[in-house]
């Protein structure tokens, strides 16, 4: 039977609900779907969306076990790879990585049949074992987000110990209508039944500190991914003024605020307008929050749609979402009243051209385009300029540290 070009959609929480909740937008697939969106893969032989998996999953066997209905296979080819795939599923860009290799016009669905895989296996499988030889070495992990519940997984299937620093009532800063906390707390909880020991912390662990569990010699080396660096600065006239506030602590507000995953009223946002400025699935995901406590949310971004750093999915919902999108327009300044509260942001378009004696194309401003959006919260997403360090990792997972200390990486 030939293969099924158009892609199954996932199926979404109803529109009004959406907006009204921080309940998990994206439903996921049913068994006939998942097996249905499997089935549409031509099979090709270059694995072109193997290689563009950061974590080079065995995506052609994952979707051949899908397709027969072989879910449980299907969770144990991710496993080789990645002990964490239900979260990862909901927040990978999987359209500019495994997904762009896909030949179709319309790319499998491959993240959605992950998701489905890790689903199934979540609430109907066996547990995974940890089979390493302790190779004698201890690192602390400070953090639960995504990447520092990776390196954790990483680390025990190389055989070392981990310890987990956990900061309580945390999601890592990522909204619960992408991420739920259910799904990043069962990935922790199997971590643990692998051999991890979480420590759990009433507030989050500072780099000074992380310099501190180095010292006491219990640990060789410590991964420290919290969100607590002080926020970077746009360098833009008004960003002192009250009602401006970084993506960072807004979603740190929000991870609390909407602790029981229901709209929860918040008066100085209802009804408001904000201004989200920058150009990555933090910024949407502070846009599409805001859009959930009631206000009117513009997101300006100083390049196109297309390079967005974000899901396309994720654009389309927020869009259905009521969020709207200024591309080519670049911040100017910030505008305020007497009293010191933001009340605009100004700003002039652009346009893309290709640059004097070069192929590549080049940003310029509109002759005259200057406008003021009215603002009542300006949402910015700067570089960060905390202290961090670097490391780099060989193919064998032999890890070299750069940084403040030797033995301490920091993302």
Not at 26 to 54: H, I, N, V, W
Not at 68 to 78: L, P, R, S, T
Not at 325 to 345: A, K, P, Q, S, Y
Not at 377 to 383: A, E, R
Request: net charge negative.
């Amino acid at each position: 039977m030939a293969a099924e070009l158009k892609k199954n959609k996932m199926a979404l929480l109803n529109l009004k609900i959406r907006n009204n909740s921080f309940l998990e937008a994206a439903l996921g697939y049913t068994p006939e779907q998942a097996m249905k969106e499997a089935g549409r893969c031509q099979s090709c032989t270059d694995k072109s969306c193997t290689s563009g998996c950061p974590l080079n999953v065995d995506i052609p066997s994952l979707i051949a076990e899908v397709a027969k209905g072989n879910f449980e296979a299907a969770y144990e080819i991710i496993s080789r790879k990645n002990l964490l795939p239900s979260t990862c599923s909901r927040i990978c860009s999987a359209d500019a990585m495994c997904e762009r290799g896909c030949k179709l016009n319309e790319p499998v669905a491959i993240a959605a049949l992950e998701r489905f895989a890790a689903d199934y296996h979540r609430l109907n499988g066996l547990e995974v074992k940890n089979e390493a030889n302790d190779n004698g070495h201890k690192v602390a992990v400070v953090g639960t987000n995504p990447a520092a519940l990776g390196c954790a997984g990483e680390l025990l299937r190389r055989g070392y110990e981990v310890t987990i620093f956990e900061s309580a009532g945390t999601n890592c800063n990522i909204p619960e209508f992408r991420l739920p906390k259910a799904i990043l707390k069962h990935d922790l909880n199997t971590l643990a039944k692998l051999g991890a020991e979480i420590v759990t912390r009433d507030t989050a662990c500072r780099t000074d500190e992380a310099e501190e569990l180095l010292a006491g010699e219990d640990f060789d080396a410590v991964y420290y991914s919290e969100n607590n660096e002080l926020p970077g600065s746009l360098n833009i006239k008004g960003e002192e003024l009250k009602g401006v506030i970084t993506a960072d602590s807004f979603l740190s507000w929000v991870s609390t605020k909407a602790k029981d995953k229901y709209y929860i009223d918040a008066p100085n946002i209802k009804k408001s307008k904000a201004v989200v400025i920058g150009g990555n699935v933090k910024a949407l995901d502070a846009a599409r929050s805001m859009r959930r406590f009631g206000a009117d949310v513009t997101v300006i971004f100083r390049s196109s749609e297309g390079c967005f750093e974000a899901g396309s999915d994720e654009i389309k919902m927020a869009k259905e979402e009521g969020v709207k999108f200024m591309f080519l327009t670049d911040l100017i300044e910030l505008t305020g009243n007497r009293e010191g509260h933001v009340t605009g942001v100004y700003c002039e378009k652009l346009m893309l051209t290709k640059a004097v004696n070069s192929d590549r194309e080049e940003l310029i401003p509109l002759y005259e385009s200057e406008f003021e959006i009215p603002a009542d919260h300006v949402i910015i997403v700067p570089c960060n300029t905390g202290t961090y360090c670097e490391a780099a990792g060989d193919e064998n997972g032999t890890f070299t540290f750069k940084g403040a200390s030797t033995d301490i990486y920091a993302i």
